[in-house]
């Protein structure tokens, strides 16, 4: 059992002020998320409909994955009612049921990215990050030698079956979604899902308390996503925030929307063609937000490298080959800090 308090005990507590370890440093602190002038509305993040033809989806991928690595999809074939249903039945579980029994789903110490109920996904005893003001609940999806729905919540009643539904969802979605980045770089369709391999997928519903001091803390620090691709969905509470030109800019809800985010995979198998999105999660004082986030990365043991169609004499690789296991490794010994591990693999060119 995670040993950490739970950040939603501290907020329904009263506290008047945020403990210590989750003060972020001057320069980490969020410019509070009314000011419109970092704001985004929602022409800014690309809305890509999935519907028309593909000629045209091809290039507004092509076009939001050089500018943003971030983009939302509509008419993506997942139905509403199930994603609806999904963040229900997640927000019960961390609002309508007692923490002695969520506690019994708690993740184990001292592992990282451990399936279940949790509060601190850093554990390295070497990493002294300012702590996170967010829970979750992480669940191993895919491939289904991992899916075990006994680790998942069994109230409310629907809960494992919704999770499930939704995992397969995802993972068509995904692969639908990385065959056309693949194509809008001039690639077969299958290039970046070959190089990735079977999908190792974790689906982790996140839960923002509100927060006494939303000045001083993040609900999730800069960084950018391990593996190869990520879908968001989110209430109508808003607090997700990419960079974009040294800015923070917030990402509006958008209903029925899927937001799709690239990662540091994706930028390593397109040689730096596209990048993977820098993001994170602003509090609010008054209002707990919920996002449900679905990573799909490749197996520890798959060694990833520029694709060799986009290298040649004038494009050379960008980045070192890595083992995605050791990538892995690093990003939660070192934490993230924005894209440093990133960065560690590229070679001068």
Request: aromatic share 8%; hydrophobic share 35%; proline share 7%.
């Amino acid at each position: 059992m995670e040993g950490a308090v739970r950040v939603q005990i501290l907020s329904q507590a009263g506290i008047s002020e945020v403990p210590s370890q989750y003060i972020q440093p001057p320069e980490n602190r969020p410019t509070p998320i009314t000011n419109t002038k970092t704001s985004l509305s929602y022409d800014n993040v690309p809305a890509i409909d999935l519907s028309h033809k593909e000629e045209s989806v091809i290039a507004a991928i092509q076009e939001a994955c050089q500018e943003l690595g971030a983009f939302h999809v509509i008419n993506h074939g997942v139905p509403a009612k199930l994603m609806d249903d999904l963040r229900r039945s997640c927000l019960s579980f961390f609002n309508d049921f007692p923490m002695e029994d969520k506690l019994k789903y708690a993740c184990q110490p001292n592992s990282a990215a451990s399936q279940g109920y949790g509060s601190r996904m850093l554990v390295s005893s070497e990493n002294d990050s300012v702590l996170d003001w967010r829970d979750y609940f992480d669940h191993h999806t895919l491939p289904l030698s991992r899916r075990n729905p006994s680790f998942w919540p069994h109230f409310p009643p629907e809960y494992r079956e919704l999770v499930a539904d939704y995992s397969d969802e995802m993972k068509v979605l995904a692969q639908r979604l990385l065959g056309l980045i693949s194509e809008s770089l001039g690639l077969r369709a299958s290039c970046i899902e070959d190089a990735v391999g079977e999908f190792y997928q974790n689906i982790t519903a996140s839960y923002y308390p509100p927060c006494p001091q939303p000045e001083l803390t993040l609900g999730l620090q800069s960084h950018s996503d391990m593996g190869a691709i990520t879908l968001l969905i989110q209430d109508d509470v808003g607090g997700l925030q990419v960079l974009k030109d040294g800015k923070w800019l917030t990402v509006h809800p958008l209903p029925n929307a899927i937001l799709v985010l690239l990662a540091d995979q994706t930028e390593i198998i397109t040689n730096g063609k596209y990048r993977s999105s820098v993001h994170r999660a602003v509090t609010n004082a008054s209002k707990a937000r919920l996002s449900v986030v679905t990573f799909h990365d490749p197996a520890k043991a798959v060694r990833i490298s520029p694709a060799s169609d986009l290298l040649s004499e004038s494009s050379p690789p960008r980045y070192a080959p890595v083992v995605y296991g050791d990538y892995v490794s690093s990003w939660y010994s070192k934490g993230p800090d924005g894209k440093r591990n990133l960065d560690a693999l590229m070679l001068d060119t």
